[in-house]
């Protein structure tokens, strides 16, 4: 069931990512039985590695406290809408459960290229009906807004 506070947990991770120069502004969180269990956000830039995205980072972050690669259970936490690598890797760890805030086209606003990619891999179609549900657009908006106004690199 969705929570707004876990939301904005996500948000405030995307806040640090962006103000530390970090990487965009996606923060993630993952909670089982209605408890936080890891957090984080996008570290493409900070550690070189174009893979870390808000939803990979708190992933494996949960992962290696629950001494685990199984995150059934679970449930994902993210401001913008997962990108086809995220999505792939949420699906690979058994989340059962993804709510985002920022649309592909949002993403793409700031500079991103989700929905390209999003495309080429052929949508999301196939997905469970239920299993992805926008919460919270205007809430996550806001970090978005914020990242618009700021000199960061885009890539």
């Given at each position: 069931m969705y929570k707004k506070e876990f939301m904005e947990i996500a948000v405030d991770e995307a806040k640090d990512g962006i103000l530390?120069?970090?990487?965009?502004?996606?923060?993630?969180?993952?909670?089982?039985?209605?408890?936080?269990?890891?957090?984080?956000?996008?570290?493409?830039l900070s550690f070189n590695d174009s893979t870390c995205h808000g939803e990979i980072d708190a992933i494996r972050?949960?992962?290696?406290?629950?001494?685990?690669?199984?995150?059934s259970g679970c449930e994902l936490y993210t401001t913008g809408?997962?990108?086809?690598?995220?999505?792939?890797?949420?699906?690979?760890?058994?989340?059962?459960?993804?709510?985002?805030?920022?649309?592909?086209?949002?993403?793409e606003e700031i500079g991103f290229r989700d929905a390209k990619f999003d495309k080429m891999m052929g949508g999301r179609s196939n997905l469970s009906e239920g299993f992805m549900e926008e919460k919270d657009r205007d809430l996550c908006l806001s970090i978005f807004e914020e990242y618009k106004k700021m000199e960061a690199k885009r890539y």
């Open positions: 530390n120069h970090d990487g965009g502004p996606f923060g993630a969180v993952i909670v089982r039985d209605g408890e936080v269990i890891a957090s984080g956000h996008n570290r493409v972050k949960a992962e290696s406290k629950l001494g685990t690669y199984d995150l809408e997962p990108c086809p690598m995220c999505l792939a890797a949420i699906l690979w760890a058994n989340v059962e459960k993804v709510y985002y805030g920022c649309r592909l086209s949002d993403n």
